[in-house]
């Protein structure tokens, strides 16, 4: 597709069980972005992958969530015993490199609730 | 660390009218971005318009104008002749020129409704 693709569009999960989040880039975008957008708040940067670099890690909350991004291509966020406060829509985009000036192309969201 | 505030939770303007949108920033740095984003209810961030800090000309895209003072660290957002379809959440947000990770620091947002 043209733009950045984030599955499921709509996750519900039960207090404790672990989840899964899928993007998928904009092909031949290098950066990918995770962000988290609780209710009423700004988003809130997770994690950042630039190609083949060590990626930037230091927006996770807690050692609960991880991510990792196959081949430089589809990433996956994971959260593992999901708590009430995880909820919110976790947004993805990416980018077509390292400089700055490069805008950002976001998915629709990945809305998350935990029971 | 840098931050982004925007202290409207809430704006509403009539159909056609013109509003204005608040937001400043903090940073010691001198060279950075700023942007604004709109949100609509299908929850993607689509981007409006975009300013380098080194520029002092304003930037401007269609009925999209900010008014940009780095000294006050200001960026609001003017909307130009409100059309229904420009209802949505904004965000102003900044990013680093330069640096490891370029990633996008946001404000909490304006929720714009426009009345027809």
């Known amino acids: 597709g043209a733009g950045v693709s984030q599955s499921p569009s709509n996750k519900v999960t039960e207090k404790g069980k672990d989840v899964e989040l899928r993007c998928d880039p904009i092909?031949?975008?290098?950066?990918l972005y995770w962000y988290r957008q609780s209710l009423g708040q700004g988003l809130e940067f997770l994690i950042y992958?630039?190609?083949?670099?060590?990626?930037?890690k230091s927006g996770l909350p807690s050692d609960r969530f991880s991510a990792e991004r196959t081949g430089g291509s589809v990433s996956t966020l994971t959260i593992q015993r999901t708590q009430q406060e995880d909820s919110a829509v976790y947004l993805c985009?990416?980018?077509?490199?390292?400089?700055?000036?490069?805008?950002?192309?976001f998915g629709d969201g990945t809305r998350l609730s935990i029971l | 660390a840098q931050t982004v505030t925007q202290s409207q939770p809430e704006m509403s303007v009539q159909e056609a009218e013109t509003v204005t949108l608040s937001c400043t920033y903090d940073?010691?740095?001198?060279?950075?971005?700023l942007f604004w984003y709109k949100q609509p209810p299908s929850r993607q961030m689509i981007l409006v318009i975009r300013?380098?800090?080194?520029?002092?000309q304003n930037a401007t895209e269609n009925r999209f104008s900010v008014n940009f003072q780095k000294a006050a660290k200001s960026f609001s957002l003017k909307i130009s002749d409100s059309q229904l379809g420009d209802a949505a959440m904004y965000f102003c947000?900044?990013?680093?020129?330069?640096?490891?990770?370029?990633?996008?620091?946001f404000g909490t947002g304006t929720l714009l409704a426009v009345q027809p």
């Open positions: 092909s031949g975008h290098t950066a």
């Open positions: 940073t010691s740095e001198s060279d950075y971005y």
């Open positions: 300013q380098e800090a080194y520029k002092q």
């Open positions: 992958f630039q190609g083949n670099s060590a990626p930037d």
């Open positions: 985009a990416t980018s077509t490199g390292r400089t700055s000036n490069q805008p950002q192309h």
């Open positions: 947000a900044y990013r680093n020129y330069g640096g490891a990770t370029n990633k996008l620091i």
